[in-house]
Nanobody, 127 residues
Framework: QVQLVESGGGLVQPGGSLRLSCAAS????????MGWFRQAPGKEREFVTA????????FYADSMKGRFTISRDNAKNTVYLQMSSLKPEDTAVYYC????????????????????WGQGTQVTVSS
């Protein structure tokens, strides 16, 4: 049984930083693309970033480039999302996801391509 457990969310002031973690179990972690999505109230789930199995290829939504960094530690079965220069519009529930998604631009950005999702962690950016 595949499980993804996010952690690290919380309340942060505008301009601040947070690091989210997603611990995976029940799968051969090092073989899978890992993605991060977010969903704000009343909005659709939005692609944030993804990383291929080796960590050598990373994909970012345009609005996150330069502010967010995805990384993974295959020895720990964990993927990370380092977020900096946070803005109020970054407020959302952040989800990690994985599955048989191809490491291609169109595929990693599409929620339906992912088979497994975590429960999400709330990030609130507010003064």
């Amino acid at each position: 049984q595949v499980q993804l457990v996010e952690s690290g969310g919380g309340l942060v002031q505008p301009g601040g930083s947070l690091r989210l973690s997603c611990a995976a179990s029940g799968l051969s972690f090092s073989m899978y693309v890992m993605g991060w999505f977010r969903q704000a109230p009343g909005k659709e789930r939005e692609f944030v970033t993804a990383i291929d199995w080796s960590g050598s290829t990373r994909f970012y939504a345009d609005s996150m480039k330069g502010r967010f960094t995805i990384s993974r530690d295959n020895a720990k079965n964990t993927v990370y999302l380092q977020m900096s220069s946070l803005k109020p519009e970054d407020t959302a529930v952040y989800y990690c996801a994985t599955g048989r998604v191809r490491a291609q631009v169109a595929a990693v950005r599409t929620p339906a391509e992912y088979d497994y999702w975590g429960q999400g962690t709330q990030v609130t950016v507010s003064s």
